[in-house]
């Protein structure tokens, strides 16, 4: 079956506009994680969604950053009023309940660059 | 809150010789560890994972881990290397509040000369 994918893959944009990522999970799971990856790092947690709902919004570092998964599928990250410290790597990953024991799937991430 | 350490930034070994990447987290309860390589234009693929029982585990292309409490480790080994495993590796800690979001070290690269 067909992984987790995001869109875009790249994204330029100017400081101080909008944009929007669309992560696509894998069919069936619950649980879908944003995560940033900055140049030379790990990947930082964003947010956990359980269904429709945002569980857990505590890796969001200001309030220019929004997300939501209306239908408990596809989920959109939304970024206020870019800033060039926004530029990264920004990953989805899916997991069946979000449980201890699953795994979590990647998408290929977006790569967002902030002129 | 949960952390993890990855003291290696950068590792170079050769074609054939043995590998370990070290990983030190820092957790109040029993820890759920994972190990992830993430290749150039590649998502993160799952290595292995460790949650409880046996404390040496067996991953994906030939990987293991040993996860030993008395050192807070969980180090990825890989008895002979070959050059398609040269990429980023990560280890990660499952967080029980967040959904077991994973939260990740810096990350290892590891380079395969011939």
């Known amino acids: 079956g067909a992984g987790v994918s995001q869109t875009p893959s790249n994204k330029v944009t100017e400081k101080g506009k909008y944009v929007e990522l669309r992560c696509d999970p894998i069919s069936g799971h619950t649980a879908l994680y944003w995560y940033r990856q900055s140049l030379g790092q790990g990947p930082e947690f964003l947010i956990y969604f359980q269904g429709t709902g945002a569980a857990d919004d505590s890796g969001l570092p200001n309030d220019r950053f929004f997300a939501v998964r209306p239908e408990g599928s596809v989920s959109t990250l939304k970024i206020q009023r870019t800033e060039r410290g926004d530029s990264a790597v920004y990953l989805c990953?899916?997991?069946?309940?979000?449980?201890?024991?699953?795994?979590?799937?990647f998408g290929p991430g977006t790569r967002l660059l902030v002129l | 809150a949960q952390s993890v350490t990855q003291p290696d930034i950068h590792i170079t070994v050769s074609e054939g010789a043995s590998l370990e990447l070290r990983c030190n987290y820092s957790?109040?309860?029993?820890?759920?560890l994972f190990w992830y390589v993430q290749s150039p234009g590649q998502g993160l693929q799952l290595l292995l994972k460790y949650f409880s029982g046996d404390t040496l585990v067996q991953g994906i292309k030939g990987f293991e881990a040993e996860f030993k409490r008395s050192q807070s480790s969980f180090n990825l080994r890989k008895p002979s290397v070959h050059w398609s495993d040269a990429a980023e590796y990560f280890c990660a800690v499952g967080s029980p509040n967040s959904g077991y979001a994973l939260n990740f070290g810096k990350g290892t690269s590891l380079l395969v000369t011939p």
């Open positions: 957790y109040g309860a029993t820890p759920y």
């Open positions: 990953a899916s997991s069946l309940m979000g449980g201890p024991q699953e795994t979590q799937y």
